[in-house]
């Protein structure tokens, strides 16, 4: 397995890479699809509760085939990469919006109306009151979010991205011990899923707050 080792980590940075990214822009389309449920207009709010439902209510592994085989026979193409990033970050936009959504909820109503009378815009009341708890209260669902999606990348070798587990599948079929590639291949899934756990536990514990 040590001979292996090197193109199974490299595999993990592609990995890695996928996840940081998918969480980046899901989280950015988290937060704009919760807003727009909560305080948008009645065709901000059905546009965004049905991007929530159709993306919740579909497998991710569909999605990905919509986007790397569907979308080429309307003449739109994306890499292989394009595609897996694309459909993680919707996948994981719609999962956030609802993280999102419950925590601004959560938030009391007299704070907006507070916000209003004081002459702030809502928009300003938004940016300044209500997202930056919200962000806080979000923060345990967040970072399981964070933990799940090095494990949901992995459906990214169906479509040839070469991430750690398409990497195990060539050292299975080169040495032909499925047993060894994929034990090493967990303990490499344990080891980064612990750590992202643990920071996130860390950064939970400082910034964790109860609204008022």
Request: proline fraction near 4%; include cysteine.
């Amino acid at each position: 397995m040590i001979d292996y080792l090197g193109d199974l980590l490299e595999g993990l940075v592609v990995t890695l890479q996928l996840s940081f990214a998918a969480l980046a822009i899901g989280t950015a389309l988290g937060i704009c699809t919760a807003i727009a449920r909560r305080y948008g207009d009645r065709p901000m709010s059905l546009i965004a509760n049905t991007y929530v439902e159709l993306i919740r209510g579909t497998p991710l592994t569909v999605q990905m085939f919509i986007i790397y085989y569907g979308l080429p026979s309307i003449g739109i193409l994306f890499s292989a990469t394009a595609s897996a990033i694309i459909a993680l970050s919707i996948n994981s936009g719609a999962y956030q919006a609802e993280y999102f959504r419950g925590a601004i909820e959560s938030i009391g109503g007299g704070q907006m109306e507070a916000a209003l009378s004081t002459g702030m815009t809502k928009t300003q009341a938004i940016l300044r009151i209500i997202l930056p708890q919200a962000l806080r209260l979000a923060l345990p669902s967040w970072s399981n979010e964070a933990a799940y999606l090095p494990k949901y990348s992995s459906i990214a070798f169906l479509v040839t991205v070469p991430e750690l587990i398409a990497r195990a599948k060539v050292a299975i079929a080169q040495n032909l011990r499925p047993l060894e590639v994929y034990l090493v291949v967990a303990a490499i899934y344990l080891i980064v899923i612990v750590s992202i756990s643990k920071v996130s536990d860390a950064v939970y514990e400082k910034y964790k707050f109860t609204p008022e």
